[in-house]
């Protein structure tokens, strides 16, 4: 008896704890979150938020410099769950606004690197583009047969930037307004996000319930509102790395890292890498 009590301790020693936890258990993860928005060969409107394919193609390959791996919300969301263990140095890459250029730059340049990414489309602007353009130009939004088949190839998971509030007139983003009292509000947030959310479901376009706060507004309500309508994540215009531990609310204020044009690869990511190696 005593010598079988004693193997079994020995076994307890030498199997490591954590084939006895969860993938969120078993150490902290360090996940920078890449802010893109629009990919375009015109150098007239390169800015703050427009890039050249050339620039995009060569942060995809300083990545893969790194030895980083990209997650998608899938990954993300099933190891908040403690389903899926995270790749040693994790990244996500993410597009706001919905543009053309993701079809027409982004998903061939990530598909050649094996990549996945995250896009937030506007409902609004889907439905607008829908209805016929006569003039295509740069700044053209994905129409819903564009996000249909995107979500069908996979390479880039959809997530909501609501249907109607990414603008400035009379509002920011999905903030409250000036002098809007807070059940106002929240009515006015909950009828956007679920138009959003019927408008794709009777296509039947996959998409993730998490959103992209436009302009990075959001407040408390906004939380408890996306909360109630049963949004997992949700992603900030903070720039900061995201250092989960599994906590169901760290993924409400998720950080991300806006690239902007006219800096190398190495400039961009130099405080990013910093922020992962400190320990």
Not at 251 to 260: A, D, E, Q, T
Request: contains cysteine; negative net charge; hydrophobic residues 35%.
């Amino acid at each position: 008896m005593i010598r079988k009590m004693l193997i079994i301790f020995l076994i307890a020693l030498i199997i490591p704890k954590t084939c006895c936890l969860g993938a969120n258990e078993t150490k902290r993860v360090k996940l920078p979150v890449l802010m893109y928005h629009q990919i375009s060969e015109n150098e007239n409107s390169w800015n703050n938020y427009v890039i050249s394919p050339e620039e995009f193609r060569s942060d995809m390959e300083y990545i893969n410099s790194l030895g980083w791996e990209t997650v998608g919300l899938s990954e993300l969301l099933m190891w908040q769950r403690g389903e899926f263990i995270m790749p040693e140095k994790p990244v996500m890459i993410t597009f706001d606004d919905g543009f053309k250029s993701l079809t027409k730059f982004a998903e061939p340049i990530l598909e050649e690197f094996g990549y996945k990414a995250v896009a937030a489309v506007v409902g609004s602007l889907c439905e607008k583009y829908s209805s016929g353009n006569e003039y295509p130009t740069e700044w053209d939004y994905l129409n819903w047969d564009d996000v249909r088949e995107i979500s069908q190839r996979g390479t880039i998971e959809l997530q909501c930037h609501s249907w109607n509030m990414h603008s400035k007139k009379n509002n920011i983003g999905c903030g409250k307004r000036w002098g809007e009292n807070v059940s106002e509000y929240r009515r006015r947030l909950s009828e956007d996000l679920s138009k959003f959310i019927t408008e794709f479901e009777k296509r039947d376009i996959e998409f993730y319930y998490s959103i992209a706060y436009p302009y990075g507004a959001f407040d408390v309500n906004t939380i408890e509102v996306i909360k109630d309508m049963g949004f997992s994540a949700a992603f900030t215009c903070t720039e900061e790395i995201n250092i989960l531990t599994g906590d169901d609310e760290e993924l409400y204020y998720l950080g991300r890292y806006n690239r902007p044009h006219g800096i190398t690869s190495k400039n961009y990511f130099e405080n990013i890498k910093k922020s992962v190696d400190i320990d």
